[in-house]
């Protein structure tokens, strides 16, 4: 951005009603607690702050947060009816072959199974393929391994959706 001037997406974000502004925190991300602490972080400068401000609260996050913004995620390979940001997110999954989607399914009840969480991946970009082998080769993982590559993930996905609260008209 070579303007100094807030844009305009952001702007509105900074002043929206306190409980707008959740409810539309609470469409990035699902955690409560993420969701008051950028809240009370409000104004934003600019994007750069924000999304700092979205990294430290992702890394404050205690299990139990981290869980409940995990619960607003679903399985990979079959997002929620009616939910666009879902469909898009995991665009590389529609065009799958079945024999490919039944393996995510197994697959994701695998993961779900050992980690007691759905899996978890920035979806967006990536190939069926991509995520299939992503779900494989983490199902491995210790643990204590796989919740920071979560909360890792999840801060991803959290920057592109908010990239779209306040930078897109």
């Known amino acids: ?26 469409e990035v991300c699902a955690s409560t607690a993420w969701a008051r602490r950028l809240l009370a972080a409000r104004p934003y400068a600019d994007p750069d702050a924000l999304y700092a401000a ?16 995990m619960a607003g995620h679903p ?32 697959l994701n009840l695998a993961y779900q199974e050992r980690f007691g969480h759905v899996f ?21 993982n210790p643990p204590e391994k796989e919740r920071e590559i979560v909360r890792t993930e999840l801060g991803k ?3 592109i959706r908010l990239t779209r609260l306040v930078e897109e008209d």
């Open 157 to 159: 996905i959290n920057r």
């Open 54 to 69: 979205s990294d430290a609260a992702m890394a404050a996050l205690t299990e139990a947060d981290l869980a409940e913004a």
């Open 1 to 26: 951005m070579t303007s100094t001037a807030t844009p305009p997406d952001l702007a509105r974000f900074n002043v929206l009603e306190e409980q707008a502004a959740h409810t539309a925190l609470l």
């Open 120 to 140: 978890l991946i920035c979806a967006t970009g990536r190939t069926a393929e991509e995520m299939r082998d992503a779900v494989r080769e983490r199902l491995g």
């Open 75 to 106: 399985p990979i390979g079959r997002p929620r009816p009616g939910d666009p940001t879902s469909a898009r997110e995991q665009r590389g999954m529609a065009g799958a072959p079945d024999e490919l989607r039944a393996e995510m399914l197994e």
